[in-house]
């Protein structure tokens, strides 16, 4: 190796540093913000929607008990026969209840599906998440021991043997990551 290295500034390297966190810490957000949205539809859908329908079957059949009841009323009167009014008022109250029976049903199957969605979503950032945990912490404590190898690398060349540059970073163990992955 003929050639020599010619570092003789690490401040683009200790720049570098809080663009890595601020990376970090964006990637955490963009993979729990989707399953904490999701989490929320979930929890209105079980909560707010499943007992909005359940509700509106109670209603609803209270409606069309009253609308049989008018129609029964006709029926068993003196008329001769019920008023037209009242039977399509009876069918308009008893499609109302299937519409709330089958809308709640919906919900019940959005929700399961939901539920798959989140779980499968869960699995699928699982890789991505222990990057952003683990790996980025790795790559820190890595560029904290490459800062100070080459910021005791320009001492050297300059001459110098003073105390380390204090970049206002902890590089105190930045190699254990390291040692540790070789000695394994």
Wanted: aromatic share 4%; glycine share 4%; charged share 35%.
């Amino acid at each position: 190796m003929c050639a020599k290295a010619r570092v003789t500034n690490t401040q683009a390297l200790v720049e570098f540093r809080p663009a890595i966190i601020k990376f970090k810490e964006d990637v955490e957000r963009a993979l729990t913000s989707p399953g904490s949205d999701a989490m929320r539809v979930l929890s209105w859908l079980q909560g707010d929607r499943l007992s909005h329908w359940k509700r509106e079957i109670r209603v609803r059949s209270e409606a069309a008990v009253v609308a049989k009841s008018t129609l029964t009323q006709q029926v068993s009167s003196s008329q001769p026969r019920p008023s037209v009014d009242a039977r399509k008022e009876y069918e308009k109250a008893k499609r109302r209840v299937r519409e709330a029976e089958e809308k709640l049903e919906q919900t019940r199957r959005a929700i399961n599906k939901l539920r798959k969605e989140i779980d499968y979503y869960r699995g699928a950032i699982q890789p991505m998440a222990s990057v952003a945990r683990a790996d980025m912490q790795t790559a820190m404590g890595r560029l904290d021991g490459h800062i100070r190898a080459l910021d005791e690398y320009t001492r050297v060349q300059q001459g110098e043997r003073s105390a380390p540059v204090d970049h206002g970073v902890d590089v105190s163990d930045a190699h254990a990551d390291e040692r540790a992955e070789d000695e394994s």
